[in-house]
């Protein structure tokens, strides 16, 4: 298959944070690959921009504050190490699309930090959510897009690991078997069940 079929080059990006909003907290880790060349990857773990934590979500993916307060990048250099890989991957004339698995959640962290950091966003202002791509595609509820349904259906049950890249690359795989079928689909066959 082509690395980018389309105008745009789907990235799948998926992100770790101390915390559910940018404002008040902080972005711990980026993972991304080209979701047709997931040899393509970037990972970067930043230092955070404070002590502000969710003892949930630092439970979850185990990034240590203390660790990355002295050897996470700094925010801005890690954007922009970010963009130039962006810039790297990404095929001449094509637009990089962001990817995400409630790509709202990830989606608002990168942008605030490209934004705040950088100046602007690489990837424009438009992400696609692969929940609901499948709901879209498929006709079903909201509710029967969890990532615990999903990986029953595609990926063979395999878990996210709540490791940014590895959460990323199987983000890409789970949003090329959905593009394969959502193509089944236009000829006419049933999604998956």
């Not at 980018?4 to 915390?19: K, L, N, R």
């Amino acid at each position: 298959m082509e690395l980018c079929p389309d105008a745009e080059c789907y990235v799948s990006v998926d992100v770790e944070t101390s915390g559910p909003a940018p404002s008040l907290y902080s972005l711990l880790a980026i993972g991304a690959c080209l979701v047709f060349d997931p040899a393509q990857r970037f990972y970067i773990e930043l230092r955070p921009l404070n002590t502000a934590a969710v003892p949930e979500a630092t439970q979850v993916h185990q990034l240590s504050l203390e660790r990355l307060a002295a050897e996470g990048v700094p925010p801005a250099e890690a954007m922009a190490r970010f963009a130039d890989w962006l810039q790297f991957v990404i095929p001449q004339g094509k637009t990089p699309l962001f990817v995400g698995f409630n790509a709202a959640f990830d989606w608002m962290f990168v942008n605030d930090y490209f934004h705040r950091f950088l100046g602007y966003n690489p990837f424009g202002h438009a992400p696609l959510d692969v929940k609901s791509f499948y709901m879209g595609m498929c006709g079903r509820r909201w509710g029967d897009t969890s990532m615990q349904q999903l990986a029953r259906r595609y990926l063979g049950g395999r878990r996210l690991a709540h490791h940014a890249l590895e959460d990323a690359l199987l983000q890409a795989e789970l949003f090329r078997k959905l593009l394969a079928e959502s193509r089944a689909h236009q000829r006419g066959q049933a999604c998956a069940s």
